[in-house]
């Protein structure tokens, strides 16, 4: 039996039952959510919704399959019966006393069901992979290109399934499972091919007219298609900056994966050490850095509040961190060796912005740091230290 990785979010979830009936984890396939609601709800009665049988009972008798046992019931893939949740709002309003955490790994659907029946009942936490702060001693990667190969998705990390064997299944079975009910069936290839598309675009502007071409279908199922790959957790879109109205500012967003691992086997990277040479591994180790920063946000279960800065003056500053006070500034270089070149945009941030400047971070893969300057210089596994 693998061993159990403790996850950053854990103290907030067993914090907020306290107050809230009712728990929501939400997040990618495999990413760990059952693993974590069982270790921290041992003595909850566990059910899962991928069960057929078990569907049909809640769909049948929901107030039957509600009856928890004295502790509370954990529902996995809830998503699967919507319809629950209107049943467990009455349950909870009658018995507030009563705790159900549920999970599930289709944000859309389950956020909209839970908006209808359990606004202000719910607490509501996003789990992505594993974070790099999670992953310490000896199930920590020991190289850079194993990292971005292997990707932070649990069995990889622990090594119940190496990555050659874990992301081809992982495409296979989200195509057949989840994409399969969401699209017309005879556009399964183009939509393979859409997502490997999507991989070679890693932190670039996403230009859907462009794709769609490409592809061969309209604009409008390129954007449907992207949105079905948002709310299913396999890409983020990074939203610009831009507030700052005296500027043309660059409107579309860019896109990264949730896991890097994933986007190495839609780019067709076999070994760790094809990504020596591979041209898109500065844009992996920007997707690593930038996922890295939302995981921090999510394991605090705090919102997304991050953006780009780029204008038509060809400034760019790969990651804004919007704070309540200001913009905090990070460039992002795949680089082991420091240049006083990586500084250039972020020295000119003030001037870039409308906001106040709160902080400013050169992240790279080197072992040179300094951290008492106006420009902190960190090593990408110190990340933390600048968020």
């Known amino acids: 039996m693998a061993q159990y990785i403790s996850r950053k979010i854990e103290a907030t979830i067993l914090e907020a039952i306290k107050y809230f009936p009712v728990i929501i984890v939400t997040g990618p396939r495999q990413a760990g959510k059952s693993t974590m609601i069982q270790h921290l709800f041992p003595s909850f009665v566990q059910h ?46 009658r018995e507030p006393e009563r705790r159900y955490v549920l999970s599930g790994s289709a944000n859309f659907t389950l956020l909209h069901a839970v908006k209808q029946s359990l606004a ?24 850079t290109n194993q990292l971005l190969f292997s990707g932070l998705y649990p069995s990889v990390v622990t090594g119940q399934r190496p990555a050659r064997f874990m992301y081809p299944a992982y495409v296979r079975t989200y195509l057949e499972r989840d994409v399969q009910e969401l699209i017309n069936a005879k556009n399964l290839m183009q939509f393979s091919t859409f997502l490997k598309l999507c991989a070679g675009r890693i932190g670039q ?112 500053i790969d ?38 400047v709160t902080g400013k971070a050169v992240v790279y893969d080197g072992d040179f740091e300094n951290e008492a300057g106006e420009i902190k210089i960190v090593n990408f596994r110190h990340l933390p230290r600048v968020l």
């Open 48 to 93: 899962s919704l991928e069960d057929y049988d078990l569907r049909s009972i809640a769909q049948s008798d929901p107030k039957r399959f509600l009856q928890p046992a004295e502790k509370g019931l954990v529902i996995d893939e809830v998503q699967n019966v919507p319809e629950l949740l209107s049943y467990i709002q009455g349950i909870v309003d």
């Open 120 to 143: 202000g009942r719910a607490f509501v936490v996003d789990l992505l992979p594993l974070s790099l702060d999670e992953v310490v001693g000896p199930q920590a990667p020991t190289s």
């Open 205 to 316: 502007i996403f230009n859907a007219s462009q794709v769609a071409t490409e592809v061969g279908v309209s604009v409008n199922t390129i954007k449907q298609w992207l949105s079905i790959l948002e709310t299913s957790y396999v890409i983020f879109r990074l939203q610009p900056y831009f507030k700052n109205t005296t500027k043309r500012l660059v409107k579309s967003p860019k896109i990264y994966f949730c896991d890097t691992g994933l986007a190495c086997h839609l780019l067709g990277i076999d070994s760790a050490d094809e990504l020596e040479s591979h041209s898109m591994r500065g844009a992996l180790f920007e997707n690593l850095i930038v996922t890295e920063a939302l995981k921090h946000r999510f394991n605090q279960a705090k919102t997304n509040n991050l953006c780009f800065y780029r204008d038509s003056n060809h400034n760019e």
């Open 319 to 356: 990651l804004l961190i919007e704070e309540k006070n200001g913009l905090k500034g990070i460039e992002v270089k795949s680089s082991m060796t420091y240049h006083a070149s990586f500084e250039k945009a972020l020295k000119k941030m003030e001037t870039l912005v409308s906001e106040p």
